[in-house]
C-alpha cells in the first residue's frame, strides 16, 4: 500500500518563498510519474507541476511558471515543489499524487490518471 504524505505548507506573505515535499511510503518514486495539485475554495482542483517517470520532461501551468520548481530525490524518496515569488492566487490546499502508468517520457496532466494521492498541505499566501 502506497502512502504519501505532504509537508511544507504554511501563511506567508507575497513574494514568499516556501518548498513542500511529498514523502512516499511503500514504493520509491523513483520510476514513477508524479503530480502537484492544488485546489482553492470553490474552485476545481488543478495541475500544477508535473514530472514524467524519466524526469526528462517537466510541465508546468502557465501562472507558476518562471515562480515553481518540481523536482524529485531518489535518494530521499521524495518529490518536491519549490514555490517562489508567491502571489495570493497561490492560495490553495495542496495535494502530490503519483501514477502508475508505464509511459517513460509522459507527463500525465489529467488528475484521473493518478492512482495515489496525498492528504494535503494548505498554504495560504497573504497580500
Known amino acids: 500500500q502506497v502512502q504519501l504524505v505532504e509537508s511544507g505548507g504554511d501563511l506567508v506573505q507575497a513574494g514568499g518563498s516556501l518548498r513542500l515535499s511529498c514523502a512516499a511510503s511503500?514504493?520509491?518514486?523513483?520510476?514513477?510519474?508524479m503530480g502537484w495539485f492544488r485546489q482553492a475554495p470553490g474552485k476545481e482542483r488543478e495541475l500544477v507541476a508535473a514530472?514524467?517517470?524519466?524526469?526528462?520532461?517537466?510541465y508546468y501551468i502557465k501562472s507558476v511558471k518562471g515562480r515553481f520548481t518540481i523536482s524529485r530525490s531518489g535518494a530521499e524518496n521524495t518529490v518536491s515543489l519549490q514555490m517562489d515569488n508567491l502571489q495570493p492566487e497561490d492560495t490553495a490546499l495542496y495535494y502530490c499524487?503519483?501514477?502508475?502508468?508505464?509511459?517513460?517520457?509522459?507527463?500525465?496532466?489529467?488528475?484521473?490518471?493518478?492512482?495515489?494521492w496525498g492528504q494535503g498541505t494548505q498554504v495560504t499566501v497573504s497580500s
Open positions: 511503500g514504493r520509491t518514486f523513483d520510476t514513477y510519474a
Open positions: 514530472l514524467s517517470r524519466s524526469s526528462r520532461n517537466i
Open positions: 499524487a503519483m501514477t502508475t502508468g508505464g509511459r517513460w517520457d509522459y507527463v500525465y496532466k489529467s488528475s484521473g490518471e493518478y492512482n495515489y
